[in-house]
């Protein structure tokens, strides 16, 4: 900013600008004009897909991560969609590598560090998605703190879209497991999922330990990982 000296013009020069501050009459260069490519337009319109549905993901899951609002575990998140959005740009279907699958919400505590098997995920349709749970011995399997006599394992299932604003988030199921020494029989469930296509379907898994009926709520007990990865076009 600078002082007119002799004048009190107000207006436009090029690119200098006259006009008036309280009671001073001064002078300033007009902004450049600064000229978006394609580029840059699409790279505005994907981080404004990356904020937002990171944001609903956290809303969505805010029950069961421990911090919703850890700032390291939201930078975390919105890297992997912006590789999401470049996993789908390229075609690709390899699902298993997809840059959400194994995805932790906390990011401390791994769900294989307290769980000794793998969920059995698979698509039977478009819209319809099962979940089983193997034969187990809940104590050889099953990492829990002193104390714990039962064992949620709860999935939850989230559609959404880059395309569309529109998302659905289904409750998905809860396999309650007593934690015992002795053979637990397995348990599946056929999971119907809203959706409207184009979208993406996370399939996450949160592990809970009870003590009588008590939740244990400390994030070293909380671990919540995407363990399927589903797209629908």
């Known amino acids: 900013m600078a002082i007119q000296k002799d004048t009190e013009f107000i ?33 505005a319109l994907n981080f404004g897909k990356v904020s937002s549905r990171s944001k609903l993901l956290r809303k969505l899951l805010d029950q069961l991560i421990a911090n919703p609002r850890d700032g390291e575990m939201q930078k975390r998140l919105k890297k992997a ?17 997809h840059p959400l699958m194994g995805f932790r919400f906390n990011e401390a505590l791994a769900l294989e560090e307290c769980l000794g098997f793998k969920p059995q995920i698979s698509a039977e ?15 050889e399997l099953i990492r829990a703190p002193a104390g714990t ?10 559609s959404f879209s880059f395309d569309h604003v529109h998302s659905y988030y289904n409750t998905g199921a809860i396999f309650d497991i007593p934690y015992i020494n002795a053979t637990h029989s397995g348990m599946s469930t056929d999971l119907v999922i809203q959706h409207q296509t184009p979208c993406n379907v996370l399939l996450v898994a949160a592990l809970a330990f009870f003590q009588e009926d008590t939740r244990l709520e400390r994030p070293g007990y909380k671990p919540v990982e995407v363990v399927g990865v589903f797209g629908w076009k």
Do not use: M
């Open 125 to 139: 349709a478009e819209g319809h998605i099962r979940v089983k749970i193997p034969d187990i011995n809940p104590v």
């Open 149 to 158: 006599n039962r064992v949620q394992l709860e999935i939850k299932s989230i």
């Open 11 to 43: 207006g436009k020069i090029e690119n200098l600008i006259y006009y008036k501050w309280r009671d001073l009459y001064c002078i300033r260069t007009a902004p450049s004009l600064v000229r978006q490519t394609d580029a840059t337009k699409k790279a």
């Open 81 to 97: 969609l912006w590789a999401s959005i470049e996993f789908a740009e390229s075609d690709n279907d390899d699902f298993l590598n």
